[in-house]
């Protein structure tokens, strides 16, 4: 789970919802100063909310991108049905072309862990929304082995137990990833308390179905690679969820941009901030002005 290194927006940010064809999603939304080189639309991975890409947002807005970072459906303050069925990858797709279409189209698309396979799945089904994808610390299919195993745990565990009593087994238990979000306790904080409300405002048949997609997620890269869209893919230079070198062999046969984040793990968004917004600015920098792909169906 991504900790953000602070909670409070910048001062180029707003926090609001989201009106879209498939309702409202909460987003924090930063508008540049400078003219608006394009925009960004920022999903967040398992556990997570737009928080996640908190320290992102004054970085992109001062290079001149409008950056929006959502809650998807179930996550958080958007909220959502009790039902599984209601977060299938292809429903959470459709999400991400609804909340292009309310920013404009033409976008350029970012997914973090389970946000980028969900992302993959928009661009596969029609890509021409979009200017780019970048996915971040996501890879090519289902999560490692011993992720696999980890997260098959936690999802018998919210099915038998509430919320609060899962938060409270993952405290004691310890450690630092998908399957347990705050490592053990101390005196709470500031963090420690969103982390416990974010867990909490989140619909468990949303954890259940999307952790559920991380352990049979099969693999796109062929399909994705015949989308003629520019493709950037990032993560630290660790990774729990999905080792680097498959990442790079991922970015490889994409033909993608790659990009390491020196001194970070699963969320460079979080972890190196800067070091990340700087080279998400160069990889959009980069491309040809108004550049979108044609659609392109899922096979």
Known sequence: MSKPPFL???????????????????????????????T????????????DFIALLEPLAAAGYRAVAVDGRG???????????????????RDIHAQAAALGGAVHLLGHSLGGLVARA????DASPFRSLTVMSSGPAAISE??????????????????????????????????????PAAAPT??????????????????????????????????????????????GERDYAWPVPWLDDMAQRLGAART???GAEHSPNAE?????????TAFWDGLPAGRTAGPARAL
């Not at 958080?76 to 069925?85: A, I």
Request: with cysteine; net charge negative.
């Open 8 to 38: 409070t927006l910048p001062a180029c940010a707003r926090a609001y919802r989201l009106p879209t064809a498939r309702g409202e999603f909460a987003v924090h939304d930063a508008l540049p100063a400078a003219p608006e080189r394009g």
């Open 40 to 51: 960004v639309l920022l999903v967040p991975g398992f556990t997570g909310s737009k928080e």
């Open 75 to 93: 996550q958080y303050e958007s909220g959502g049905p009790r039902e599984e069925s209601a977060y299938a990858q292809g429903e959470l797709a």
């Open 122 to 125: 928009a661009v596969l089904a």
């Open 146 to 183: 011993p992720q696999q195993a980890r997260t098959r745990l936690l999802i018998g565990a919210l099915a038998q137990l509430d919320m609060a009593a899962v938060w409270e087994r993952m405290r004691q238990e310890g450690g630092q990833d998908t399957t347990d979000p705050d490592g």
């Open 190 to 235: 500031a963090l420690d308390t969103f982390l416990y409300e974010r867990w909490m405002a989140t619909v468990p048949g949303q954890l259940r179905e999307t952790g559920r997609q991380l352990t049979v997620e099969p693999d796109r890269t062929e399909q994705l690679a015949r989308v003629p869209l520019p493709k950037h893919v990032v993560s």
């Open 260 to 262: 390491v984040i020196g």
């Open 272 to 280: 190196r901030p800067a070091a990340t917004a700087a080279a998400l």
